[in-house]
């Protein structure tokens, strides 16, 4: 069970130790955390440093948004609903049969496709929107300065061979080529000014549906390749393997088959 978070540090340290805690079980929800530990230490870094106009409001939005998710892995953990997105993440990434390229979007896609409309609705946008959305917009230079770290921490961690995936198969790359981090953000700003405006309970209860529904669309259609067991098991097999070893193994079965010539 998470205690809710309070500070920043909090923050950080409930996400280590929760990666930590996935490592050790072979739980394969650790490839999100793990990112979310990464990023959670850069915004703590960029706050402290006043990389923002109103840090004190990031700061309360980037606990918040922690919250939300340590709210959704307790009660996935402790058999309570949890959104249809999360459900499908937490599901998959068990359940270990994916390839660490779709746990980790699952895992982003439910993160920011239903949960970042509700953190900044949580903390509010008023009363400055303007100035909200800069700080919020902002954040994506923090997501894109941290792309290439990311990768290395993934691949070095659960994929050695990740890099090789699009080099191995297309398909993986259609079915999730519409998921942009800014572009999720940007819909995630346009639902939480959507859940502010509302005149009624009715009107944000259908915009929180509309959150549920649309993030579980992203996940079926990032679990997309999973249709095709064969291509499935092609890109496991490149995500697993480090390059020079697939190359040597090429080179073996070209020296094989020229021996037998």
Known sequence: MITRLATLDDVIGALIALEARH???????????TVYTLMSQEMKRRIERGAFRDNEWVRRYTIA????YCAAHDDFDSGR???????????TARGGDALVTQDLLLGINAHINHDLALALDEVSIEPDRAARLADHSAVNEVLQALTDE?????????????AGVDACV????EAVSNFSMAVARAGAWESAVALANARADVERRVIRRMLDLRSAVMARLIL?????PLLLAKCRGVEQSAWWELLSAARAAVHTETRSA
């Open 170 to 173: 297309g398909t993986l790359d």
């Open 224 to 228: 997309a390749p999973n249709l095709n």
């Open 81 to 91: 609903a949890v959104s249809k997105a999360w459900t499908i993440a937490f599901e």
């Open 150 to 162: 990311v990768g290395r921490r993934v691949s070095d961690l659960y994929a050695r061979g990740l």
């Open 65 to 68: 948004f922690a919250n939300l």
């Open 23 to 33: 490592t050790a079980r072979r739980d394969r929800r650790a490839v999100f955390v």
